[in-house]
């Protein structure tokens, strides 16, 4: 089945713990991308992907990075996470000459 | 001012209802148009996918796009329970990041 897949699907931390949320695909996507979905704001874009070791800013990727060494691994980390980073993150991903993007089943994710 | 607006609702209809879901937008470089479906708890669901303006037909739900108004809109015919969910409408330009901007959502009841 083709999907995208994130783990932990939820998760509650402290401030200023590393924490990092994975993401897979098996669609052989060259594009994958990283959103925050907040109340009122809807889905933001952190950081994107358009292959294997090219990565970049999204609209609001402060406080976090990424990494892209394998092409259906995609993972977000927060080296030192802040309350104002709880939110529900997404990854999607899509072919590289396509619009449509999929989304995986979203990370809930608790700093206190 | 957002880019992308969109009604929060809640939209609560009857069983068998047309229902008319809506965004206007402000960037007149959006030449690709979507519309998500997203379940409680769930990551979004590609829905339907336009580009340019005009009309799209895939079962009881058809999209529209009026770049002239800067309007799109999604209409479900003869609405079922199941449809109820949060509808996220989604634009983007044709560059090579090709990233999307997204409405905040609007929820959508649907009561048996």
């Known amino acids: 089945e083709a999907q995208v897949t994130q783990n932990p699907r939820y998760l509650i931390t402290v401030t200023g713990k590393k924490l990092t949320v994975t993401c897979s695909q098996n669609m052989n996507h060259e594009y994958m991308s990283w959103y925050r979905q907040d109340p009122g704001l809807g889905l933001r874009q952190i950081y994107y992907s358009m292959n294997v070791e090219v990565t970049d800013k999204g609209d609001v990727p402060e406080g976090y990075k990424v990494s892209r060494k394998e092409k259906r691994n995609f993972p977000l980390i927060l080296e030192s996470p802040s309350p104002n980073q709880t939110s529900l993150y997404f990854c999607?991903?899509?072919?590289?000459?396509?619009?449509?993007?999929?989304f995986g089943p979203g990370t809930r994710l608790t700093v206190t | 001012q957002k880019e992308v607006e969109q009604d929060p609702g809640p939209l609560s209809v009857p069983e068998g209802a047309i229902v008319s879901l809506n965004c206007t937008y402000s960037?007149?470089?959006?030449?690709?148009f979507m519309w998500y479906r997203q379940y409680s708890r769930k990551g979004p669901e590609l829905l339907m996918y336009t580009y340019s303006s005009g009309n799209k037909e895939d079962g009881r739900f058809t999209a529209q796009v009026d770049k002239s108004s800067k309007y799109i809109s999604l209409f479900i015919r003869d609405s079922q329970p199941s449809d109820s969910a949060t509808y996220l409408c989604?634009?983007?330009?044709?560059?090579?990041?090709?990233?999307?901007?997204f409405g905040s959502g609007t929820r959508l009841q649907v009561q048996p």
């Open positions: 999607a991903s899509r072919l590289g000459d396509r619009y449509e993007q999929y």
């Open positions: 989604a634009m983007g330009m044709d560059t090579g990041r090709r990233a999307l901007t």
């Open positions: 960037n007149s470089a959006f030449q690709y």
